[in-house]
């Protein structure tokens, strides 16, 4: 039995017995991690990315269209915040839902107006954060 296993690992291109069992261990090793890994990903759907589409600045409040991208079923929370030049926040809106996709898409696109202190220089997205997953 021994001898059989011997020369099934006795693969020449790989450096011989020596070093092809170590080739083969290390290759089930980062297909476990990668299959790991995956699973992990597809487990956790209160992942969330958001990213500007647009904003609009007038001297008195600032326009922001921005995408968040979610499982559909989850509802995120976000925080927009408008700063002047001086880096100063001038307005700031804590109370967006964004709620789930009716359409059942990943992202959703939403338009937040704050009112401002003073003219911004830049409106932004602070933060989201998933406040209930799906």
Same mark, same amino acid.
């Given at each position: ?12 291109? @790989?450096?011989?017995? !020596? ?19 995956? %699973? ?7 992942? @969330? #990315?958001?990213? /500007? ?6 001297? &008195? ?5 921005? +995408? ?5 079923? &989850? ?7 408008? !700063?002047?030049? +001086? #880096? ?12 789930? &996709? ?13 009112? /401002?202190?003073?003219?911004? #220089?830049?409106?932004?997205?602070? +933060?989201?954060?998933? %406040? !209930? &997953?799906?």
């Amino acid at each position: 039995m021994f001898a059989m296993v011997r020369r099934l690992l006795d693969i020449p291109w @790989l450096g011989g017995i !020596r070093v092809a069992p170590w080739f083969l261990l290390m290759g089930l090793v980062i297909i476990a991690a990668a299959a790991i890994g995956a %699973a992990w990903i597809q487990s956790h759907p209160e992942r @969330l #990315n958001y990213g /500007t589409r647009a904003y609009r600045i007038t001297p &008195a409040q600032a326009e922001l269209t921005f +995408d968040v991208e979610k499982s559909p079923n &989850a509802v995120a929370e976000c925080t927009v915040r408008a !700063r002047a030049r +001086d #880096n100063e926040v001038v307005g700031r809106r804590t109370d967006i839902v964004v709620g789930p &996709a009716l359409d059942g898409r990943r992202v959703t696109t939403t338009t937040v107006v704050l009112a /401002t202190s003073r003219e911004a #220089n830049v409106v932004e997205v602070e +933060d989201c954060q998933i %406040a !209930r &997953a799906g």
